[in-house]
């Protein structure tokens, strides 16, 4: 028992420090974690414990990256209201389907996301001033269509909003990553409340996930600020994770589905 509320907090930190210096990487690292290394059993359970815990923790980091004035809140608002219509439905379709086909697609997805933070951005100097109406339409459809899909696959969706952002707007990636925030964290709770309804959500795990994604989130917070200058850094890294991640769960799937 021990054992298991370590694992449970120090895999809430990993999640943290992802969120807080990524701005992503939060459920999907949450997911793997939840059922490789804490081991809990059904996928829909780790999948719903994991959207509240990254909701929470999403929330205290946004906070930071506020204080660090790398939060667009037009665009974040306005993505995260427009994309927690999608998080509801998306969670409902989710629940529907098989747990292990259910991560399968969730990897293929992770790889896309990948390869497009991956393609070189524009460097120029970015206002951070009133969305146009241009702005306003892509933002709301962004936020849309990547709300249903972190509701689906029952993430926070960092991995899919910070390129949405960039896309969206053309911020740069630390502000991305800061507004993102506030979006991971209401298609979290909305997810995980629909996911409550049907008892796939462990209490006790998710808070020692939050104990420990407090924590983590503080240092990478600091981490994500001190590689602003090098924002080609941040996308590496982000893309790394998401390959890597990834590439264990479509392995780990396959097993499990009898594919290997």
Excluded: C
Excluded at 127 to 141: E, F, H, K, N, Q
Excluded at 214 to 235: D, E, H, I, N, Y
């Amino acid at each position: 028992m021990i054992l298991t509320d370590t694992a449970a907090v120090l895999s809430g930190a990993a999640v943290g420090f992802s969120l807080g210096v990524i701005g992503g990487g939060g459920s999907i690292l949450a997911v793997p974690l939840l059922l490789y290394v804490v081991n809990v059993k059904d996928p829909h359970v780790a999948i719903g414990t994991s959207a509240l815990a990254v909701s929470v923790n999403a929330f205290v980091n946004l906070a930071g990256h506020w204080r660090a004035g790398t939060v667009h809140w037009p665009s974040a608002v306005l993505f995260g209201l427009v994309g927690v219509i999608g998080a509801v439905a998306g969670s409902s379709a989710g629940k529907a389907v098989d747990g292990q086909k259910l991560l399968a697609l969730f990897a293929i997805v992770m790889i896309a996301a990948g390869i497009a933070m991956l393609r070189p951005r524009s460097t120029g100097h970015w206002r951070l001033g009133p969305l146009d109406r241009t702005r306003i339409m892509r933002v709301a459809a962004f936020g849309g269509a990547t709300g249903f899909a972190s509701g689906f696959f029952g993430i926070g969706g960092g991995f899919l909003i910070v390129p949405g952002l960039v896309l969206a707007t053309g911020m740069p990636i630390l502000n991305a990553v800061g507004s993102s925030l506030f979006s991971v964290a209401i298609f979290g709770l909305a997810t995980a409340a629909n996911y409550a309804l049907s008892g796939f959500v462990a209490g006790t795990v998710a808070a020692e996930f939050i104990a420990g994604g407090v924590a983590g989130g503080w240092v990478g917070t600091r981490a994500a600020v001190k590689l602003a200058p090098k924002k080609r850094a941040l996308s590496t890294i982000f893309a790394a994770v998401i390959f890597t991640v990834a590439a264990y769960i479509l392995v780990m799937s396959a097993t499990s589905m009898g594919l290997d």
